[in-house]
C-alpha cells in the first residue's frame, strides 16, 4: 500500500513525521493506487506551509523533488535500499522539464511522467 506523509529528514536514515518534530502535518490531500505495473501517488500540499520542516515549492523556479519507493511494513515505511531518486521540476513549464538540468536521469523523462499540476 503506498504511503504518503509529512516527513522531514536531514540526514540519510529512517525520516521523522514532521508533527513527531514539532511541525505541523500539511498534506492537504492524497490519494495512492497500484497495479501490477504502476503505482500512482497523488497529494496536495501549499506551495509555502511555514513549517519549518518542510521547504517552499516554487512555481516559476525549478524545484529538487527527491522520492523513494519499497515494500511497507507495518509502521507505513520500510527501508528503500537503492529504490530512490530525485528530479528537477519546473512547475511554470507544461512539460515540467527545466531550462537547466543535472545527472544522467535528468533528461527529462521523469520530470514529463512526474509532472500533473493544477494551480
Partial sequence: VPVVGDYFSEEEGMP???????GTSD?????ASSTATATTVTFTRKLTTGDEF???????????????????????LSYHGDNHNHVNIDFSKSDGIPDTS?????SGQLSRELVQKSF
Fill in 16 to 22: 521523522k513525521l514532521d508533527t513527531a518534530l514539532g
Fill in 27 to 31: 498534506i492537504i490531500s492524497s490519494s
Fill in 54 to 76: 518542510d521547504h517552499d515549492i516554487s512555481a516559476t523556479e525549478p524545484n529538487d523533488m527527491i522520492y523513494a519507493w519499497g515494500v511497507s511494513d507495518e509502521t507505513g
Fill in 102 to 106: 543535472f545527472g544522467e536521469e535528468e
